[in-house]
């Protein structure tokens, strides 16, 4: 695999034995070091999506490519071992410590166990954990401190592409938010090729250098930056699911890493205004325009 990791879905479906239509049509290009996140309501493909990119699902037809090459071509455990994959509740085999959790995939790979374990320090200070913690088991860990190690697990094998399924969606509002600005931050420095699957658009927003908003069938109702998205939502569905809950809240923009957040009432972030450094925003939105959505009935 190049060093790009650039991810083309070209046409993509997925019937499931059964006859689910999980996916009916879907083609993107995710560039390379672009972190995009598949948002939209349970059931709508986004996890089968993610999937096919390590070949855990494969496409009924259509193709997907990393840097041009047809993944349906390549080996599927050489894939997997080679793509970090973070999923909820952490995925951390329970009768292994965290130190060989982290480890399995790199040993794997055919680092030696010292290499992989050094490595394996140094990812869990990245991700702001006590080093100490790597020979306690995972249930000996808070929620918070599981999904810092599966974030961890994900980067060892220090893979270009990092697909992430609802990392931080079983643990509470603070942790969570702790976990998103952590990303962000890790981003900055590693510019991983992200797909990011969420519900919950706040954290689309937020983690988001584009968005995608799927309606049922893994059909796109918009893809753009969040800027671009609340600036101009493509129909009311993805007008009620970016305003979905957001009803009359103060909205205000805080500076975060270099980048204006638009944060709400209770503090939690509604979106990105100006996504780079040194990328003029004029056409930032003022809060004031955002829209405010009704609650969806
Ligand atoms: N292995 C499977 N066999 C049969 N049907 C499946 C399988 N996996 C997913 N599906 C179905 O495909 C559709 C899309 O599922 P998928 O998990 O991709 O959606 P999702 O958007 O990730 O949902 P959620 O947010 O609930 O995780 C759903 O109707 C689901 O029931």
């Known amino acids: 695999m190049g060093s ?10 997925k019937e499931y034995p059964g006859g689910t239509l999980a996916v009916e049509d879907f083609s ?5 070091h672009e972190s995009v996140v598949l948002v939209g309501t349970s ?8 999937r096919m990119v390590n070949r855990m699902v494969d496409p009924t037809s259509g193709r997907v490519h990393i840097d041009g090459d047809d ?4 080996d599927p455990v050489q894939l997997r071992r080679s793509i970090g994959y973070v999923m909820q509740a952490s995925g951390l085999l329970p009768h292994h410590t965290v130190l060989d959790n982290i480890t399995t995939v790199p040993v794997l790979r055919g680092s030696s166990r010292r290499d992989a374990r050094t490595r394996a320090g140094e990812l869990m200070e990245t991700v702001g954990l006590d080093a100490a913690l790597g020979r306690r088991y995972p249930w000996q860990l808070s929620g ?5 190690v599966g974030v961890a697990r994900g980067l060892a094998a220090d893979p270009n592409i990092l697909l992430m399924d609802e990392p931080f969606g079983a ?7 702790e976990l998103q600005q952590e990303l962000l931050h890790l981003q900055r420095d590693l510019k991983k090729t992200i797909v990011f699957v969420t519900h919950d658009i706040d954290e689309a927003f937020l983690v988001g250098d584009r968005v995608v908003i799927l309606r049922p069938g893994g059909i796109i109702a918009q893809v753009g930056t969040p800027q ?6 493509a129909d009311d569905f993805v007008a009620s699911f970016v305003g979905a809950d957001r009803g009359t809240r103060t909205l205000h923009v805080e500076r975060v890493d270099g980048r204006d957040i638009v944060v709400d009432a209770d503090g939690r972030a509604a979106g990105v205004l100006g996504r780079s450094p040194g990328e003029q925003s004029p056409d930032a939105q003022s809060p004031d325009a955002l829209p405010t959505g009704e609650t969806p009935s």
């Open 144 to 148: 918070g401190q599981q999904q810092r």
């Open 71 to 74: 993944v349906a071509s390549l």
């Open 4 to 13: 790009k990791a650039v991810i083309g879905f070209e046409n993509v479906r």
């Open 43 to 50: 059931g709508s493909g986004k996890t089968t999506l993610m």
């Open 228 to 233: 671009e998205i609340l600036a101009e939502p």
């Open 28 to 32: 993107l290009e995710v560039a390379s």
């Open 171 to 177: 643990v509470d509002p603070i942790v969570r938010r």
